[in-house]
């Protein structure tokens, strides 16, 4: 299967479970075949949480343990690729690493210690309200994002080939919120704005639950799994494979740096977001079934790509303008490459 024809049967099947995600579920298909996490903003009842569960319903079941429990050893006999595909996280200010990636529990029949592991070993882990967390289970997600490890009692052990995180937050409610570090954001391949849908989305999504649609049934919306986690992995060394001329990345590195440079700007995005640029890139020309990059897949990547990474000053921002401002005047700005 190539990415195209992924992208293309991933899209249409997803039909019947979302409405109106045209311009955000394509950029979590992406991050899933380009390795990277998501960050995404918007107000509750948006379907954030439904566009994660629906991508890990594409994905086919991996196998369990086994001895088919809830733990696996530890050291070198440890278990890599076994997890669920889907795992919802709820952040709360009391919620402790251990919460996230599970501890050592002692069996006393067997006076041995066993891993039980927590929800991050998972393909696609949902950290719901993320900025609700305080800053020591915050590091313990940005190893996992980071490294694709964790560290449980000093012990590194990995996570699932397949891992992505996607995070939620609300843009509205700030109160018992912990705003997340620069280095934290920086994290995140992606950063998506879910606002809300049209009258005529709204009306089709309440026809939709009418007839009998219910998040915890994807099946019967017709989602149902179209690739594996070798298939994952065949898919990501396909885009790994696209074509990338130099003057498209002397483009990516000049739009990355006139981040740090525009007036509005007190820091830009670092050379990371040029990195991202160009797997981002990658991947939306494998989607359009090109093994080449131009400079319009560059263009549609970078607002999701950037958005996260610009810190306005104060000024610009009493003034209304926003980081998608200013990466819009960027773009029309840098010359593109013939």
Same mark, same amino acid.
Request: aromatic share 6%; glycine share 8%.
């Given at each position: ?62 196998? $369990? ?27 709360? $200010? ?39 967390? $305080? ?127 525009? $007036? ?75």
């Amino acid at each position: 299967m190539t990415p195209k024809e992924f992208y293309d049967a991933a899209t249409e099947r997803v039909r019947g479970a979302l409405v109106e995600a045209e311009s955000t579920f394509p950029f979590l298909i992406a991050a899933l075949l380009a390795g990277g996490n998501v960050l995404v903003e918007g107000v509750p009842g948006t379907a954030k949480t439904l566009m994660a569960r629906v991508l890990a319903q594409l994905l086919a079941p991996d196998s $369990p343990a086994p001895d088919g429990s809830n733990s696996i050893g530890t050291g070198a006999g440890a278990v890599a690729g076994v997890g669920e595909r889907f795992k919802r996280i709820q952040f709360t $200010p009391d919620l402790m690493p251990s919460d996230i990636v599970g501890t050592n529990v002692y069996n006393a029949s067997t006076s041995t210690f066993a891993l039980r592991r927590g929800p991050i070993f998972a393909s696609i882990v949902v950290a719901d309200e993320i900025n609700r967390a $305080p800053a020591k289970t915050q590091s313990a997600l940005l190893e996992a994002m980071e490294e694709r490890q964790v560290t449980i009692e000093g012990e590194r052990l990995p996570l699932p080939p397949v891992f992505m995180v996607v995070a939620t937050q609300n843009p509205v409610e700030f109160e018992g919120t912990y705003p997340l570090p620069e280095a934290q954001l920086d994290r995140f391949l992606f950063k998506l704005l879910v606002g809300y849908a049209s009258p005529e989305a709204e009306r089709e999504i309440v026809l939709l639950h009418h007839r009998g649609f219910t998040a915890g049934n994807l099946e019967a919306a017709g989602v149902t799994p179209l690739v594996d986690q070798a298939g994952v992995l065949d898919l990501r060394r396909q885009i790994e494979g696209v074509a990338l001329d130099t003057s498209i990345v002397e483009y990516m590195v000049a739009v990355e740096r006139a981040t740090r440079t525009a $007036p509005e700007a007190q820091y830009g995005a670092s050379v990371r977001g040029a990195i991202g640029l160009m797997r981002a890139a990658k991947a939306l020309a494998a989607f359009a079934g090109r093994d080449y990059v131009t400079p319009d897949d560059v263009k549609s990547a970078a607002l999701p790509v950037l958005r996260h990474r610009l810190v306005l000053r104060p000024e610009a921002e009493l003034d209304g303008i926003t980081a998608d401002d200013v990466i819009a005047r960027i773009l029309g700005n840098v010359p593109v490459p013939r």
